[in-house]
């Protein structure tokens, strides 16, 4: 069965960092593009981060970028994204997906799986 599970997110103040992880299973992440997504209450679902399969080149969306980092851990089969100097404005759940595909895929609807999604508040 082929399954992504997010973790990691939670409340935090203004300022501070969370790390975020994506397990697969059922499949091998190694020749999948991963994207992680966002999306706030009344909000359009937003791309946030994607990492390739081929080379491990990367994108960022303005907003996040110089604060989050992504990474792969292909032996562990996990993705990761490591939120620094997070805003309020970043508080949202956030999604991870798989393409397979060697590039960045930025827009959502070219994704084949998605995990159920994490919390993440930025709150004083």
């Known amino acids: 069965q082929v399954q992504l599970v997010e973790s990691g997110g939670g409340l935090v103040q203004p300022g501070g960092s969370l790390r975020l992880s994506c397990a697969a299973s059922?499949?091998?992440?190694?020749?999948?593009?991963i994207g992680w997504f966002r999306q706030a209450p009344g909000k359009e679902r937003e791309g946030v981060s994607c990492?390739?399969?081929?080379?491990?080149?990367?994108y960022y969306a303005d907003s996040v970028k110089g604060r989050f980092t992504i990474s792969r851990d292909n032996a562990k089969n996990t993705v990761y994204l490591q939120m620094n100097s997070l805003k309020p404005e970043d508080t949202a759940v956030y999604y991870c997906?798989?393409?397979?595909?060697?590039?960045?895929?930025?827009?959502?609807?070219?994704?084949?799986?998605w995990g159920q999604g994490t919390q993440v508040t930025v709150s004083s």
């Open positions: 997906a798989a393409v397979n595909s060697p590039h960045t895929i930025v827009v959502p609807w070219e994704y084949d799986y």
């Open positions: 059922g499949f091998t992440l190694d020749y999948y593009a």
């Open positions: 990492i390739s399969s081929s080379d491990g080149s990367t």
